[in-house]
């Protein structure tokens, strides 16, 4: 069975996913970015939200996560939580 880890930054607005993930892609470290922005607990571990299977998430940050690029920061992606920036670091 296909297993991921990613990290992610959730916030509310689209607009604010997108300028973040333009800091990251100018330089800024995902993991501190991560910790002063996401509104997921999981922001505190820079966004770390470990190993897991197909399914475990939901639908849409899925589909993302085990089809995107390993190591690009992909996104918006919207839930119904708000909205993501994912960034794969494994998958196999």
Do not use: W
Request: proline residues 4%.
């Amino acid at each position: 069975m296909s297993r991921a880890r990613a990290r992610h930054i959730l916030v509310p607005l689209e607009a604010d996913c997108n300028t973040l993930k333009n800091l990251i892609e100018a330089g800024s470290d995902f993991a501190e970015v991560a910790k002063q922005h996401s509104k997921c607990p999981s922001g505190q571990q820079g966004g770390d939200l470990g190993e897991f299977g197909p399914g475990q998430m939901v639908k849409e940050f899925d589909e993302v996560v085990f089809t995107g690029e390993i190591g690009k920061v992909l996104g918006p992606v919207k839930t119904q939580f708000g909205y993501h920036l994912i960034e794969v670091t494994s998958r196999s």
